[in-house]
């Protein structure tokens, strides 16, 4: 490891050591070491889809109406992708930084339950869960485990003969409210985000915030480490590829999430 970086891996320790209301911020880079592709990575969502084409609700609508043939395997591998992630050692540095009441919440941009999964108990998400379905009706929300949600989702797709809205909606499944539809309650472009005044108090409440993982392209979400600098907060940003929030960030550390807060961690002597 080079000089610069270890070096402020020791300075991240130190400024971690002097907080004690530590908020993480996340995107989706810190699910990349538990497989789930970031979306504007190579190799990413976004190189098989076109956002503005899938990624707002009545795009989604006309796609699967003119490629249904072409959307249902993409689903299907993301329904894959889902079923085989597990919190990588960055979701369980979070955990454990929470256990020693260091970590006060997170804040996250994913959908994917891992913060949870990790053991996490103070997660804002910002951008919904894909494993919690809302009924379009009443608004009564249901939280499904992992496995059985991927599992009945792939075998209703594969029992659909044409991938298309008429035989989606047709399967699609039911509030156990009022029996209307339901749909997976996450934030498409143009959707409000949820929970925005609890994701603000949270990160104006930071004495520290790690932000890890994100591109800071996605407003509001993006706003967030501003609102932590400008009440004092130390910043922390982790990522390999890019110091999105440069300037406001106090320790920059160009390595992946998980190989980060791991050797946090180890010099720190929580592992
Ligand atoms: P993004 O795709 O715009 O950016 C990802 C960022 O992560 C990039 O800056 C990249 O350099 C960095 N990165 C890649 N690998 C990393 C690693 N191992 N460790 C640390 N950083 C790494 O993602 P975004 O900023 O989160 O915004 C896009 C939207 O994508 C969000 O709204 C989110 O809801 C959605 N999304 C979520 C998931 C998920 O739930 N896991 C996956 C894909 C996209």
Redesign the pocket.
């Known amino acids: 490891m080079e000089d610069k970086i270890s070096n402020d891996i020791d300075l991240a320790v130190s400024q971690i050591k002097n907080c004690s209301r530590i908020v993480a911020f ?9 497989g ?6 190579p190799g ?3 190189d098989q889809l076109d956002p503005w084409e899938v990624g707002t609700v009545p795009g989604l609508l006309s796609a699967l109406e003119s490629k249904s043939d072409q959307l249902k395997p993409i689903f299907l591998n993301i329904l894959d992708t ?1 079923e085989k ?1 597990e919190p990588n050692q ?1 979701h369980i540095a979070l955990s454990e930084l929470e256990k020693v009441g260091k970590l006060i919440g997170i804040i ?5 339950n ?1 913060h949870q999964d990790a053991g996490n108990t103070r997660v804002v998400e ?3 869960n ?1 494993f919690r379905m809302k009924c379009l009706s009443c608004g009564s929300e249901e939280t499904y485990e992992r496995q059985s949600f991927i599992s009945k989702t792939r075998e209703t797709m594969n029992q659909i003969p044409a991938f298309n809205i008429d035989n989606l909606l047709k399967l699609a499944a039911r509030c156990s409210k009022c029996g209307e539809l339901t749909r997976p309650d ?2 498409m472009f143009g959707e409000a985000v949820h929970q925005l005044r609890e994701s603000y108090q949270l990160a104006q409440s930071a004495d520290l915030m790690l932000v ?7 407003y509001p ?2 706003d967030l480490p501003g609102q932590a600098k400008a009440r004092g907060a130390v910043v922390i940003e ?5 110091n ?1 929030f440069a300037s406001m960030t106090d320790v920059y550390i160009p ?6 807060l791991k050797e946090i961690m180890n010099r720190y002597g929580m592992t």
Not at 108 to 112: A, F, G, K, M, Y
């Open positions: 996340s995107g989706s880079g810190i699910s990349a070491e538990s789930i592709p970031t979306f504007r990575d990413g969502l976004w889902f992630s960055a996250t941009q994913n959908i994917d891992l910002m951008h919904g894909l996450v934030v890890l993982g994100t591109s800071g392209v996605v979400a993006a982790i990522n390999p590829a890019e999105a390595l992946k999430a998980g190989e980060a």
